[in-house]
């Protein structure tokens, strides 16, 4: 069936290193979403790419979709405490309606 | 608030009980989905909703069920339980299926 690897599984950075996640799908995906979880909070949502090969930014995040729509990033410029949590990527949504998700990145900050 | 409004926050029952879950969409939202989320783990998706009629399942346990009401709430039932279900259950809901999914702050079972 239709997967999204993402990967790392841990990111522990300085507060003000940059940090980065990747999604690579095993298929072409209709569009990909992100979602940050704080700890102990819930997912949510960030933003939707469609497009391929479709960067959009938010402050210090910068979203990217692949030119074959089959890989994605979220890169987050000189990180601060308030970035700490697990970024998922979903990808989709299949015939179903359903987005498949990654496993997410989990962004620690060394203290 | 996120508009998905969900109880109880925190449910801890016996082995062999049976709980549910409730579920408020967002108010316009026709579509609902479950997921579980064990300790630090991803999200596993259970089962989806879509204006009262079972659209899809994922990784649903026979234990468990889900309906949708007329007036678009939802509950999830899980019984027999066991220690292994003790996990975050979130509900999430979208105006457009499949796209931007807007989840409630989650029901935390602790099966003992």
């Known amino acids: 069936g239709q997967q999204v690897m993402q990967i790392p599984q841990y990111q522990h950075v300085q507060e003000g290193e940059d940090f980065t996640t990747y999604c690579n799908s095993s298929?072409?995906?209709?569009?990909i979403q992100w979602y940050k979880q704080r700890p102990g909070g819930h997912p949510v949502f960030l933003i939707q790419?469609?497009?391929s090969g479709e960067v959009k930014k938010q402050k210090r995040l910068t979203f990217q979709f692949g030119e074959a729509k089959k890989n994605s990033s979220l890169h987050i410029t000189a990180t601060q405490t308030t970035d700490v949590g697990t970024y998922f990527c979903a990808g989709g949504p299949d015939s179903n309606y359903q987005l498949i998700w990654g496993a997410g990145t989990k962004l620690i900050i060394k203290p | 608030d996120s508009g998905v409004t969900q109880t109880p926050k925190h449910l801890i029952t016996a082995t062999g009980q049976r709980v549910t879950l409730r579920c408020s969409p967002r108010s316009g939202d026709l579509s609902v989905y479950w997921y579980q989320q064990s300790l630090d783990q991803g999200l596993q998706f259970l089962i989806q909703y879509y204006n009262g009629e079972e659209r899809a399942k994922g990784n649903i346990l026979e234990r468990f069920s889900a309906q949708q009401f007329p007036d678009l709430h939802s509950e999830l039932n899980l019984s027999s339980l066991e220690l292994g279900d003790s996990a975050l259950y979130f509900c999430?809901?979208?105006?457009?299926?499949?796209?931007?999914?807007?989840f409630g702050s989650g029901t935390r079972l602790t099966v003992v």
């Open positions: 790419l469609v497009k």
């Open positions: 999430a809901s979208s105006v457009v299926r499949g796209y931007g999914y807007t």
């Open positions: 298929t072409t995906l209709s569009n």
